[in-house]
């Protein structure tokens, strides 16, 4: 699913852009600041596409979030002349809304407004672009030759009707996880379908009991289970519309097997960045369907595992299904304003931080979205020696997302997490509050104007 399709999908013009831009100002070429309710005088530039601010020297200021602060530090240390102020802060998390707050009153104030923004969310531009704030990327600020190196369909949730405002950081496809040595020692066999996935988690818990197949404690927890499961709650359809089922049986067969290891505690429902997790759980994991970022993010730098244990596999298909299919957790965008004042250092750090080889396909925890970073990260993995076997299923399942589910306004891990979360810690099943999360979607996406078919 693209943009092109979604709610930041409708039609728009030139002179809308630039009265977004301007914040109520004249919409011309060239303006004073009088206009604006200042002194002097200012102009601005049309070209790439957009309304460009007087450009001026001073420092680039970006926005990133912890994980990404290393990748900023690492082009500081590689671009010493350039000034760079560099500004942590929670990167948009479970859809918190932080950033579209902040540049909503940068908006008003008519400053503030960073020149590149890291979010761990994909669905910016469907506010970013109305709100002035996202510049197109591929009217002449990034060559066509680095964007067709971006892996297929990784740059969809950036496109508004043709024109990219966003560089996707890195793909998450949901893969499986597992504990080699511990798989061996107790005689397991890596599932291939579901159906052998359960059985599996029902004999740990009878015959291992603390030791787990599965986490289902995060809000990114859809994401990674019901997503692959082909699960409808999320189709994106149309410009302000979306598709919500959660009681199909692509669904319910999906929560079925999830109560089921809940309920024998064979699946964690603590969530594997908790203290809990980390300090009960981390060497009780056997298999963890999970996104590709885990291999670093989670087992190396969360739990602590040692090298040569963590192996990687598909994640299982349901029996009989021929289209294989895999669910996606995150992955991040890259924005650059509209508002820069320094144009061609915040373009110089974008297509750094997203296609070289320097960060990402040495230094990145994740799948980078860029292909030729990809080839070399995989080869960086290998070579570093932490993990069993190959990780050529990574690589497989970049390619198997099921585009059924889609990067709407809303967050569905703000609607898991305050719907669906809080049940499981009461003890309820997710079969018995499917119906109350397809109410949540529902309400959810009313309120960002989105037509709801049920």
Request: charged share 20%; net charge positive.
């Amino acid at each position: 699913m693209t943009l092109n399709e979604s709610s930041a999908g409708q039609e728009r013009v030139p002179s809308k852009r630039r009265s977004a831009l301007l914040a109520g100002c004249a919409a011309t070429v060239l303006m004073t600041v009088a206009a604006c309710g200042g002194g002097g005088t200012a102009s601005t530039t049309e070209k790439d596409g957009f309304a460009q601010a007087p450009q001026k020297d001073g420092a680039l200021t970006v926005w990133v979030d912890a994980t990404r602060l290393a990748a900023a530090k690492q082009y500081q240390q590689l671009h010493p002349d350039v000034k760079l102020s560099i500004v942590s802060y929670d990167g948009n998390a479970n859809g918190s809304n932080y950033l579209q707050t902040k540049v909503q009153l940068f908006n008003r104030t008519k400053k503030g407004w960073p020149d590149v923004v890291f979010s761990s969310q994909n669905n910016e531009v469907t506010w970013a672009v109305d709100a002035g704030f996202a510049a197109p990327l591929n009217k002449g600020l990034i060559p066509e030759g680095t964007l067709g190196n971006f892996a297929k369909g990784a740059n969809d949730v950036c496109t508004v009707n043709g024109t990219l405002y966003c560089l996707r950081n890195d793909l998450s496809q949901a893969v499986l996880w597992y504990n080699a040595p511990l798989m061996k020692k107790f005689g397991y066999t890596v599932p291939t379908t579901w159906e052998e996935y359960q059985k599996l988690g029902e004999k740990v818990a009878k015959d291992h009991p603390g030791y787990l197949v599965g986490d289902a404690g995060d809000s990114f927890t859809p994401e990674i289970y019901l997503w692959a499961s082909k699960c409808g709650a999320n189709h994106i359809t149309g410009p302000k519309a979306v598709s919500v089922n959660t009681t199909s049986e692509a669904c319910t067969k999906m929560a079925k097997l999830m109560d089921v290891l809940i309920k024998n505690k064979s699946m964690s429902i603590s969530g594997v960045f908790s203290t809990d997790f980390t300090k009960n759980k981390a060497d009780k994991v056997l298999l963890m369907p999970g996104p590709a970022w885990f291999g670093g993010a989670v087992f190396k730098d969360g739990l602590k595992t040692p090298a040569k244990q963590i192996g990687v596999a598909p994640i299982p298909q349901w029996k009989g299904d021929t289209a294989t299919s895999t669910g996606n957790v995150g992955g991040g965008t890259w924005l650059l304003s509209q508002h820069s004042a320094h144009l061609k250092a915040a373009t110089d750090f974008l297509k750094w931080v997203t296609t070289d080889n320097a960060y990402q396909g040495e230094k990145a925890p994740g799948f980078p979205a860029y292909a030729p970073a990809a080839e070399n990260w995989l080869k960086a993995q290998d070579a570093s020696g932490y993990f069993s076997g190959d990780l050529g299923a990574l690589k497989d399942a970049s390619g198997q997302v099921w585009p059924g589910w889609g990067s709407g306004k809303f967050s569905q891990e703000a609607i898991w997490a305050a719907t669906v979360k809080p049940g499981l810690t009461q003890g309820k099943s997710i079969v018995s509050m499917l119906p109350a999360w397809q109410d949540s979607i529902v309400k959810y996406a009313q309120s960002d104007g989105y037509k709801v078919s049920q």
